[in-house]
């Protein structure tokens, strides 16, 4: 497993705009699919957006799509999410996580991924 770290959350007034970054400390996530998770307050933990190992095929959950954006920069060994335009119900903790196997597509599954973060918590007022 490798040890992720989020950052980048907030409080932000709606329309406004974030962008969390997940950051490895240890082995490279170059080889990993990757995604964003959010759990709202007693609500499951939801897939928010997932990208493969080479940066292709980005995936996005209906309610994030258009606003949301997942990118990934290998030489940095870091993921990040843009989001944009954001809504009261994008209230959550942000979670990122990578995929248990190198050298995958990207998967809205929780259990195909191995490592996850602590979590970011954003907070979006009305």
């Known amino acids: 497993q490798v040890q992720l770290a989020e950052s980048g959350g907030g409080l932000v007034q709606a329309g406004g705009s974030l962008r969390l970054s997940c950051a490895a400390s240890?082995?490279?996530?170059?080889?990993?699919?990757m995604g964003w998770f959010r759990q709202a307050p007693g609500k499951e933990r939801e897939f928010v957006a997932t990208?493969?190992?080479?940066?292709?095929?980005?995936d996005y959950a209906d309610s994030v799509k258009g606003r949301f954006t997942i990118a990934r920069d290998n030489a940095k060994n870091t993921m990040y999410l843009q989001m944009n335009s954001l809504k009261p119900e994008d209230t959550a903790i942000y979670y990122c996580a990578a995929h248990r196997l190198s050298y995958r597509s990207g998967t809205r599954i929780p259990a195909d991924f191995g490592s996850w973060g602590q979590g970011t918590q954003v907070t979006v007022s009305s």
């Open positions: 240890e082995r490279t996530l170059r080889t990993y699919a």
């Open positions: 990208i493969s190992w080479s940066g292709a095929y980005p």
